[in-house]
């Protein structure tokens, strides 16, 4: 059997050419925009999409410059082929200046652990939101999962516990014109 390849086609047209999400000719050649890869198990709840949509989505207006993309935004059947699902994210990933990892749970969600790990080795820095206040850490010193932690703060990036601390974040970074 032959690999999939996947090519840019991959990525829903809209993403590819809305002047709002695709702010970039190439990936050297930047707008005054920044973008944010959000990794979240977000739309895989009611209760999820609703904060997604109604409190996450909106808040990430209050940025100008911020441009996010959002895997949910283009939600794909659960009958599609998961290595297109994988391939899209991948792409979307690559086209981001930084990541947005939602960390709540009893344990870091295993899909944004692995977009947390593909952001950190391709040098994106990661913001991690974790509101939960349940442990969810295997070592005394850290918040989560240590391996996660690493990754996110190894990338420049950092974690919050709100959205507060997140708007303070994302304004330096966004005053910064944050470059890979």
Known sequence: MQPTTHTATSV?????????????TSKHTRSANLSAYLASPLGFTES??????????????RFDRLI??????????????????????V????????????LDG???????????GFACA????????????????????TTINLQVEYFIRYSGGCLVS??????HILRIWLDQDLTR
């Open 12 to 24: 829903p047209r809209q993403l590819r050419y809305n002047s709002r999400i695709f702010h970039r």
């Open 48 to 61: 999820g999409r609703f904060y997604l949509n109604h409190v996450l989505l909106p808040f990430f207006d």
């Open 68 to 89: 996010v993309l959002n895997p949910w935004q283009y939600a794909i059947e659960p009958e599609s082929d998961p290595i297109a699902i994988g391939a899209r994210n």
């Open 91 to 102: 792409e979307m990933l690559s086209l981001a200046d930084f990541a947005i990892a939602i």
């Open 106 to 116: 009893p344990d870091v969600d295993s899909g944004t652990a692995a977009e947390i």
């Open 122 to 141: 391709n040098g994106l820095p990661i913001i991690g939101l974790r509101h939960d206040q349940r442990h969810a850490n295997d070592h005394p010193h």
């Open 162 to 167: 709100s959205l507060d601390e997140m708007e």
